[in-house]
């Protein structure tokens, strides 16, 4: 999950700021944000967030299936199903792979 502090760490980098609480209105960015040095970056408005919030959702969003794939494949003992296989003449690894691509296909 992006939230605004993902944003202002991404997009605003080389800015020193901090922000006392997750804002989820314009006020409380207002209220709770503060630069502590620009250093030359332009200051973040409230809708400029937004803008880059809906970007960085979609982003993040969107590489959903790999992060489900990576933990499928972390759970297999690959070395040993290929290890496995050559010796067996089998396809144990081959299918365990095939079968995570299945379970969480690309979009």
Known sequence: MVDVTHVL?????????SLS???TTE????????IRKANGVEEPTWAKLQEHLIIMQAEYD???YSR???TAYDKLNQLELMSDDSING?????DAILKVKSDYPKP
């Open 90 to 94: 089998t396809t144990t690894h081959k």
């Open 62 to 64: 969107a590489l959903d």
């Open 9 to 17: 760490s991404e997009k605003y980098r080389g800015m020193k700021w």
């Open 68 to 70: 489900k794939r990576k």
């Open 21 to 23: 609480d997750t804002p």
């Open 27 to 34: 006020e409380e960015f207002k209220n709770n944000f503060t």
